[in-house]
């Protein structure tokens, strides 16, 4: 084992100040099952899957309830016993396309389908084994939308791949569930490691996680100590170094090209909660159905780092823990997740957070106002002292001309424009905006944090990219 001496970080990025309503520190709790689940037929990347039970039928937590037989996706679970209530189409709450929804009606005895699993020692199953139980367990990464983690579902087969990364390092606002786990689920986190591994045909591990974390970091180097695949790396708890571009520069020194994929240049990247889920499928047969996130924000009376079944609605779960309003609720975290006009929208399987900003009445020093609230970024009023500070949406009031500050162009981890990209997008000169190197932004949202006018930048270079798709 190996750890690297010096602090890696990137160009770009930011420091987040410590914002009021952040479940830090707080130990995971269990949330009480919920009384309906919903469960949608696409859990984030990968194809739609097609349901197998009929409304009325019985089924089991951890059963499968929807398949699809794609390259990319993986089954579909019930997250509670119970009865299928409802089959019906939604919109899906990242993009808006249609899926379906399969609404389960709790029987409150969570009796559990548990996997087929083989008998004996894991080290010595092989990727093939380890491989198909991750996939009828619906192992899947918490970012890019929940991609699937082995050869199964995914765009690369084990002999392609060499390296897995562990992104150990949470840099965005509110998210506390893989600090949580790192310390509560160490034992998990750590045999989890050595399945997704074997599943990958033992590769190379590089794992990255803040420099703030010493204990862990020491731990590690005693647990690891005579395995010398494993590396960690100290990194600098700057946003957003968990992203899947920026980590691979920083542990490989390698860059991932706009466009593609870790697994396409053999890299495969994987978070705390990844490899806790590796862990319960495999030496405990427990399908991918519930997980740790965090429940924060300025709205929020008791913000808690939480267990939950998947397919809970975000609007129990935000009740629970006092939701003030006004409040703009999201799903994920302020800068990557995505607004909720629907309180019903459910947790799925790449849900970190949910997220309550208040809506502020009135703008304060409205000529400086930056991002979502006077308490971001600013070279004007940096984020100093200790208290910490409160973030509301900063929606309210007007958005203003661009006052060329160049701070969009500094925070870019890519090394963007982010402005012109966006003002290209809007005006429909796609072709301009490609030449620009639009597919190389990683939908970070830093530009659109830190620019005092209040131009939405990320989410029109977002469209913009998507009539370019659309285009192909
Ligand atoms: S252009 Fe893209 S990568 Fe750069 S800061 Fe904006 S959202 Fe992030
Ligand atoms: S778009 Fe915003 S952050 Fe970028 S230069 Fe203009 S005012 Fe500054």
Not at 67 to 86: K, M, N, Q, Y
Not at 123 to 135: D, I, Q, R, S, T
Not at 313 to 332: D, Q, V
Not at 384 to 413: Q, S
Request: aromatic fraction near 6%; charged fraction near 25%.
């Amino acid at each position: 084992m190996a750890v690297t001496g010096t602090l890696k970080t990137f160009k770009g990025g930011h420091y987040f100040p410590r914002f009021e309503g952040t479940p830090r520190g707080r130990r995971i709790e269990t949330a009480p099952l919920p009384q309906r689940v919903i469960c949608l037929t696409r859990q984030g990347f990968g194809h739609e899957a097609r349901p197998l039970v009929e409304v009325g039928q019985t089924v089991k937590s951890g059963e499968i309830i929807a398949r699809s037989d794609g390259l990319i996706s993986t089954p579909v679970h019930a997250t509670v016993s119970g009865r299928v209530e409802t089959i019906e189409s939604c919109p899906h709450p990242r993009g808006g396309a249609l899926t379906q929804r399969i609404i389960i009606a709790a029987d409150g005895r969570d009796n559990w389908q548990l996997l087929k699993r083989p008998k004996g020692n894991f080290e010595k199953w092989g990727p093939e084994k380890l491989g198909y139980l991750l996939y009828e367990a619906g192992v899947t990464a918490g970012g890019k939308g929940g991609f699937p983690s082995t050869e199964h579902s995914s765009l690369a087969s084990p002999d392609q791949i060499g390296y897995l990364l562990i992104n150990a390092v949470e840099t965005e606002p509110y998210l506390e569930g893989d600090a949580q786990l790192l310390s509560q689920e160490f034992e998990k986190l750590l045999t989890g490691i050595k399945i997704l591994r074997g599943a990958l045909g033992n590769v190379e591990v590089h794992m990255g996680l803040g420099y703030n974390r010493p204990r862990a970091v020491e731990e590690l180097q005693i647990r690891m100590e005579y395995y010398d695949w494993f590396h960690i790396h100290p990194l600098l708890p700057k946003y957003p170094q968990g992203e899947d571009e920026v980590l691979i520069k920083s542990l490989l020194d390698r860059q991932l090209p706009a466009g593609h994929t870790a697994p396409e240049i053999g890299v495969v990247a994987a978070d705390v909660q990844q490899c806790v889920a590796a862990y319960e499928a495999v030496l405990e047969g427990r399908p991918f159905i519930e997980r740790v996130i965090s429940i924060g924000g300025s709205a929020i009376e008791r913000p808690a780092n939480l267990r939950v079944r998947l397919g809970t609605p975000a609007g129990e779960l935000l009740s629970a823990r006092g939701l003030r309003s006004p409040a703009r609720i999201i799903l994920g975290g302020p800068l990557r997740g995505v607004s909720l006009s629907d309180v019903d929208t459910p947790v799925l399987r790449d849900t970190r957070a949910l997220v309550a900003l208040a809506e502020p009445r009135r703008r304060l020093f409205a000529g400086m106002t930056p991002g979502f609230g006077y308490d971001s970024y600013t070279k004007i009023l940096p984020p100093l002292g200790l208290r910490a500070k409160r973030a509301t949406t900063g929606l309210n009031g007007p958005e203003r001309p661009c006052i060329h500050c160049g701070y969009c162009l500094d925070v870019c981890p890519q090394n963007l424009l982010p402005i012109t990209l966006a003002e290209r997008a809007e005006q429909g000169l796609l072709r301009q905006a490609e030449k620009l190197d639009i597919f190389a932004c990683i939908d970070c949202g830093l530009c659109s944090y830190v620019c005092p006018s209040k131009l939405p930048l990320a989410s029109q270079i977002a469209k913009g990219k998507a009539a370019l798709r659309e285009g192909r």
